[in-house]
């Protein structure tokens, strides 16, 4: 059967307010698990306030060419949600005068805005410091007019992170699709072949793991180790560095965990693994999401969530950081993703 968006399905939970009921009641209704709100008081922690916005993280739209069992952004060939040019020039406007040293671009496949040449040829000129592209690698294997994307990232010195679940083509096609793996792998190689990922190249080349069922990662840094052995021996690839990302109970992950029946052991296993002391990096400490159209969230889930900043300054176009760093992040249950063990934000651990 061929797999749809929870939109296009007209799934409960593609509505973000009934997401967000389901994170607020049942078994922390009943106090058998603590609220988040709560848990981070326990070590005075509440309410959370960021520290320095570092990141800048836009996502340029919800449409994909895949359509992974485990996305957090719902995102698939059937979104349309695309952010238009007026919207990016509000976004060049603020790079140009951010402090933020992290320009972060994603999606859906961020490719597939009909625009994203065009803004990132304007924002590479700006001279940020670390410019990432979220590829999902596949895209660029996809049509041919995508074929030339690691030479488009290599002009512009982009720093490429991609998911790669696992080094098995039986896994990773079961969590993101068939014939993913292969198209992977090659997309993989032909960044390799540019520079990307090799000892003594600048280009960055780094993968994402998130796990294929309802367990927490492992630990990031001798998955790492396990990775680069494997995907070199076995198809001679290289890369940087592995970020092993906590799956947050949102969107299509929600819905396999309460389809499979293990919604509730899987947030206990989030409460269970609670580490204050990943609190003060979680991602919305030191970054802003930008939406397709133009609104300003704590973090990329909280988008999925549609919960805006808690500022009078919600939307880039009259974006203003020192109005932005002193709001309270909006929290909820999903924060938890964000806390377990070594923590997790979009760039791995931050324990
Ligand atoms: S490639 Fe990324 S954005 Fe696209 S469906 Fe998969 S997880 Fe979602
Ligand atoms: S889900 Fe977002 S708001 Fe919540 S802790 Fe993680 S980064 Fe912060």
Same mark, same amino acid.
């Given at each position: ?63 994909? +060419? ?235 889930? +909280? ?49």
């Amino acid at each position: 059967m061929k797999l749809t968006s929870l939109h296009k399905r007209h799934n409960e939970l593609a509505n973000a307010k009934r997401q967000l009921e389901i994170l607020s009641n049942g078994i922390f209704q009943t106090g058998d698990l603590p609220r988040f709100k709560d848990k981070i008081s326990e070590t005075g922690q509440f309410p959370l306030k960021p520290k320095k916005i570092e990141v800048l993280q836009i996502n340029v739209g919800y449409m994909c +060419n895949q359509v992974c069992t485990h996305c957090h952004v719902d995102a698939g060939p059937d979104r349309k949600e695309i952010m238009t040019k007026e919207t990016m020039q509000h976004c060049l406007d603020v790079i140009k005068k951010t402090e933020a040293h992290t320009l972060d671009l994603t999606g859906g496949a961020p490719e597939m805005n009909p625009n994203f040449r065009w803004f990132v040829e304007k924002a590479s000129k700006i001279g940020v410091q670390d410019f990432i592209v979220r590829s999902n690698l596949t895209i660029i294997k996809s049509n041919k007019k995508y074929h030339d994307l690691p030479e488009f990232f290599k002009k512009h010195n982009i720093h490429v992170i991609s998911s790669m679940p696992h080094w098995t083509q039986g896994k990773t096609d079961k969590q993101r699709g068939n014939g993913v793996f292969n198209k992977s792998i090659q997309a993989l190689q032909e960044l390799n072949a540019l520079g990307y990922g090799m000892p003594e190249s600048k280009l960055k080349l780094d993968l994402v793991y998130n796990p294929s069922g309802a367990f927490l990662p492992g630990d990031q840094y001798s998955m790492e180790q396990e990775f680069k052995k494997v995907l070199k021996s076995d198809f001679g690839i290289q890369f940087n560095n592995m970020f092993a990302i906590t799956n947050l109970p949102i969107s299509r992950f929600l819905d396999y965990l309460i389809a499979s029946e293990n919604y509730e052991d899987y947030m206990y296993s989030l409460v269970e693994a609670y580490n204050p002391s990943a609190v003060q990096n979680v991602m919305c400490t030191n970054t802003i999401s930008v939406s397709w159209d133009g609104w300003l969230y704590d973090c990329d889930f +909280n988008q999925m969530l549609e919960l805006k900043v808690n500022s009078k300054v919600n939307h880039i176009s009259h974006y203003n950081e020192n109005i932005l760093q002193n709001r309270e992040v909006v929290i909820s249950q999903h924060c938890y993703g964000c806390t377990a063990g070594a923590g997790s934000s979009c760039q791995g651990s931050v324990a």
